[in-house]
Structure formats: C-alpha cells, structure tokens
C-alpha cells in the first residue's frame, strides 16, 4: 500500500505514524511529501487554541474515490510542559490517523494507539497515582482507543500480580538477577537472541564462564557490602542447559557463595528450552542448587514445524524430557508455545494444545510469532508461509478459551513490533505457580542486573522511575574481552542509584 500523508512536517510524528501503518499493512509505504500514484491519499491537519487540541484526518481511497473522516480533541493543561504538550499532539493526531486507517481497512486495531510493549505497566501506573480503577480503564479507553476486552484481560493481570507479589511496589529496595548464557545446540531460524552454537567451541565456553564467575562474584560483594536483598535469579540465553553439568554445578556453587542469602531468593528459574540439552546429570545438578522453576519449550508439537524452524529436536524428546524432568522431582515446568509458526494454522495449534494437555505443565506461555529483523525466517520471508491474520487472531482466542478451561489464568503480557496480528505475549500459570521474575522484567519496579552475554541491566531510578539500560555485548569474545569494565561501569549506575536511595530512607 502507497500512502502520502500530508499535513504532518514535524519529524517527531514520522516514527509513530509509520509505526501505526504498519499495523494496518504488512507492506506498507508511508510517504510525508507527495508522490506519484499513491493509493490512498491521507490529509491530516492540526489546531490548537485555548488549551484544546483538535486534529483532523481526511483520507481518500484512490481506486474506490471513497473518502472517510475522523476527528479527536484533547485538553492540554494549561500546566504542561512542552514535552507534555507534544505528547497530547501527538496522540491527538496518532488516534485521528488510527480511525481513518479502521475505516479504510474495516480492520479493527484492539490495543489501539497503544504501541508500548508493557500495557500493565501503564495501567499498574494509573493505579499507584490513586485513580480508581474506573478511572483508569476510561483513560486507556477514551486516550488510547483501547478495546474493552484488551482492558479486562490487562486489570485481570494486575490484579493476578498483585496477588502473587503483595509488596510489588515496594521491591525497588531489592534487585533481581539475570544471567545470559549465549550458547545453543543449533540456532533456530526465528531467533534473534545471543545464541550460538556449543559443537566444537569448548574453550570458548570456558573463557565465557570465567568471565562470568567474575562478574557473579564482583556484583555479589557489591550486594553484599550494600545489604541489598535479591529478589529473584533467572537464567536465560541461548540455552542455560547447554554447557556441561560439571560446568552447572560450578556455576551455582559460584551463585550461593558470592550472592547475599540465596536461600531466601524468592525463586531462581533456569531455562532448560531446548529438549535436547536436557540429561538426567543435569536434572541432579539443578535439584543439587534448588533451582525452582526450568523451561521446556516445545513450541509446536508438530515435527515438520520444528524441522522448518531449525530446532535440531523431536516433539517425542520434548515428552520424554519432560517425563524425565517430573520424575526427578521438578514441579514447577515452564512450556513456551508460538502460535503462528510457518505452515501452520487453527488445525496444527488444536493439535499443539491437545498435547499440551497430556503434560499439564504449571506455566505455560503463549507467543505470537514477530518477525525480528535479524533473524534468519524475516530475511528470507518468502521461504516461509504464515497464516493471515483472522487466522492468527481465532489461534489467540483458541488458547484464551483452551488455557481458561484448564484451569490457568494470564499473569503477565508483553508485546513487540512486528508481532503477527499486533497481538500479545501472554504467560499462563495455574494459580500459585506464577513467575516473579517475569512479573519483575515487564512491570520494572526494581532494578534487574543483567549478567553474562546478550544480558541487559535495567537501572530503575528509586525516585522518578526512570530507566537506564546498559547491555552486556552479545558475542562471548567481545564479553571475553570486556567483562571486567562491563561490571565495574554497572557497579558505577548501582552506586549512583543506590546512594540517591539511601538518602531518602
Ligand atoms: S533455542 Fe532459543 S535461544 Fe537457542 S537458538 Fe533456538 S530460539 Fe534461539
């Protein structure tokens, strides 16, 4: 679709504006100035007087000749900054260019104008500044366009949250940990994170594990001197599982002697995803250090599916590993599903939770499919057949039903750019069985140091809520050549921070 949008100059209005387009077109071609034949013209204008923003949007389909019109005002307080003021504009002109773009399409966008990848956290923010929820939903409802239903499932979540972590807006005081071990068996064709293969790298490995002994034990000493309690520890990759067990076990030992009180850590999980780094050693290793909480990811039951994503595994391993798993006295087993894989549809996502059903893990998260850019599956589109979006969408409402009558209930949600459907993330779990990490990572009210590769540290400032990101490099020889600055840089922001806490205590 070749779209010229006029009236808008300001290049502030550039990033959101695609961003909505590509919402509505999978190829969309969003111009600012004119252009030969476009095939729909957009004219969008702005007025703003005594405190009201007013924009309308005017769009004509070139073939059809039809025109459709929207129109939306906002109060600026007479108070706002100009950032604020910017702001208000912007989402006056983001929702007129939404409506016109509905009409044109008949699609209906359920989370709106919204495009930010944590809608709880703007809702768990409504709720701390004091306003009631009815206040809030009519917010999200009225600024943001939000559907009803999308609404209900975001106040289910935070309430589920709030349930399982009482003092959520008070851990800012305690930190939590994520480790990144960047190593796979082979790389999957959809995947984007720091991961790459084990075969044949073994001294890579342990020079990665040095550095990560290294940067355990200096964060820990700097907890440690602080008194700052760590709430929870996540392993995360690549595949946790990957290296060896003798390499586990040391890597634990390791966490309980540098980390402060592990014992009261309130849950450590380890991703086990893939199915075939999973042995029963390693099993012992994680039972050995009371690991909680392990991962196995089937993402589809299906074999050519898995075949054609490049995970090296059969559906039949993930059963046994998970078997295996129960066995050896794992009882809180994490399973991620992808709905929308190449090649499948209603029919293989049915199969995929019929199987599911046979194991009944006590977490279950369900991903719609996003084509990241780097991965290999988004450069080379073509070669991989998704279902249409109806499609998408009916695979979403399946396992909303399917995980409702099993007995889960959504705990937390996330969204990202590009993601099939502009549809969700969503983490399942039988009630009790929730994940406070994953609670912590997409509602940042504390501090999470990120250790190892391709880990990100997000510095959450004890007062304004600001954060501050600093990234570990993603590649084990940049990390092999830069562990030492990279710790002591992030125990510089955590001295920062933590003195500014301290002062108002
Ligand atoms: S198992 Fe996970 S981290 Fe490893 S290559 Fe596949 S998607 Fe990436």
Request: charged fraction near 25%; proline fraction near 4%; glycine fraction near 6%.
């Amino acid at each position: 679709m070749k779209i010229q949008l006029n009236g808008i100059q300001d290049e502030r209005f550039v990033r959101p504006l695609t961003h909505i387009t590509q919402l509505f077109f999978e190829e969309a071609d969003l111009h600012f100035e004119h252009i030969d034949n476009p095939e729909l013209i957009v004219d969008i204008k702005i007025h703003e007087n005594q405190n009201i923003v007013t924009a309308n949007a005017n769009a004509t389909h070139q073939l059809t000749t039809q025109t459709y019109q929207a129109e939306f005002q906002q109060d600026v307080p007479s108070n706002a900054t100009e950032k604020e003021q910017f702001k208000l504009v912007k989402s006056t002109v983001s929702y007129v260019f939404l409506t016109v773009l509905q009409e044109v399409t008949g699609m209906v966008q359920q989370w709106g104008i919204l495009t930010g990848v944590r809608p709880t956290k703007l809702l768990h923010m409504k709720l701390q500044e004091g306003k009631s929820k009815e206040e809030a939903h009519a917010e999200l409802r009225e600024d943001y366009k939000i559907q009803e239903h999308k609404i209900e499932l975001m106040q289910s979540i935070v309430d589920r949250q709030l349930k399982v972590i009482p003092d959520l807006y008070e851990l800012g005081k305690e930190v939590s940990i994520y480790i990144g071990i960047p190593f796979c068996p082979t790389k999957c064709a959809y995947c984007t994170f720091p991961a790459y293969a084990i075969n044949g790298k073994q001294g890579k490995v342990d020079s990665f594990l040095g550095g990560l002994h290294y940067e355990i034990r200096e964060t820990g000493r700097w907890l440690k001197e602080n008194n700052i309690a760590i709430t929870t520890i996540y392993y995360g990759g690549g595949t946790p599982t990957s290296i060896t067990a003798e390499e586990m076990d040391l890597l634990y030992e390791e966490m309980y002697e540098s980390f402060p009180s592990v014992e009261k850590v309130r849950e450590i999980t380890v991703e086990a995803g893939r199915p075939d780094t999973i042995t029963p050693e390693k099993l012992d290793v994680l039972n050995k250090w009371n690991i909680d909480r392990i991962s196995i990811n089937p993402q589809s039951y299906i074999q050519e599916t898995l075949k054609a994503i490049g995970r090296h595994h059969t559906v039949e391993e993930t059963i046994n590993k998970f078997h295996l798993a129960r066995t050896m006295g794992m009882n809180n087993i994490n399973m991620d599903l992808i709905i929308g894989l190449p090649g499948e549809g209603v029919k293989e996502f049915q199969y995929t939770l019929d199987e599911t059903e046979k194991l009944m893990p006590e977490s279950l998260t369900v991903h719609t499919l996003s084509f990241k850019r780097a991965s290999e599956m988004t450069q080379n589109k073509e070669k991989y057949k998704v279902a249409e979006r109806s499609e998408i969408t009916q695979m979403m409402d399946l396992a909303t039903n399917w995980t409702a009558t099993h007995g889960y209930v959504p705990y937390y949600l996330y969204r990202q750019k590009n993601i099939l459907g502009n549809l969700e993330n969503v983490g399942y779990s039988l009630p009790g069985q929730e994940s406070i990490y994953n609670i912590m990572i997409m509602e940042e009210k504390q501090t999470i140091i990120g250790l190892g590769c391709g880990a990100s540290s997000k510095f959450v400032h004890p007062e304004t809520g600001k954060i501050t990101r600093f990234a570990n490099p993603k590649d084990p020889k940049s990390y092999n050549e830069g562990f030492k600055k990279y710790t002591e840089d992030k125990i510089k922001i955590l001295n920062e921070l933590f003195d500014i806490q301290k002062s108002h205590v």
